[in-house]
Nanobody, 127 residues
Framework: QVQLVESGGGLVQAGGSLRLSCAASGFTFSNYAMGWFRQAPGKEREFVAVISRSGGYTSTANSVKGRFTISRDNAKNTVYLQMNSLKPEDTAVYYC????????????????????WGQGIQVTVSS
């Protein structure tokens, strides 16, 4: 059974940090690029960060660049999102997602390219 389970969300004050984790099971994790997306109330789901199959390539959205870092541990089938200097506008439900890739240096920031999603986890940043 293919599954992604996020953890580590919660309530934090502006300027604080959180680390999200996403544990994968039921598929060959190292064959998939992994992405983080978020969705705020009344807004569309948007790209946050992505990491290639072995972790050699990453990309982050301009809105979080320099504050958020994506990483993965293929031995633990887990992808992480370290979020620093959090702002109230980072408040959203955060989702991890998996995208099968044939090659290492290929990944996507498009929501529609991802076929496996976690259930999402709430991150709330208070001002």
């Amino acid at each position: 059974q293919v599954q992604l389970v996020e953890s580590g969300g919660g309530l934090v004050q502006a300027g604080g940090s959180l680390r999200l984790s996403c544990a994968a099971s039921g598929f060959t994790f190292s064959n998939y690029a992994m992405g983080w997306f978020r969705q705020a109330p009344g807004k569309e789901r948007e790209f946050v960060a992505v990491i290639s199959r072995s972790g050699g390539y990453t990309s982050t959205a301009n809105s979080v660049k320099g504050r958020f870092t994506i990483s993965r541990d293929n031995a633990k089938n887990t992808v992480y999102l370290q979020m620093n200097s959090l702002k109230p506008e980072d408040t959203a439900v955060y989702y991890c997602a998996a995208d099968y890739q044939h090659v290492e240096n290929s990944f996507s920031s498009r929501v529609t390219d991802y076929d496996t999603w976690g259930q999402g986890i709430q991150v709330t940043v208070s001002s």
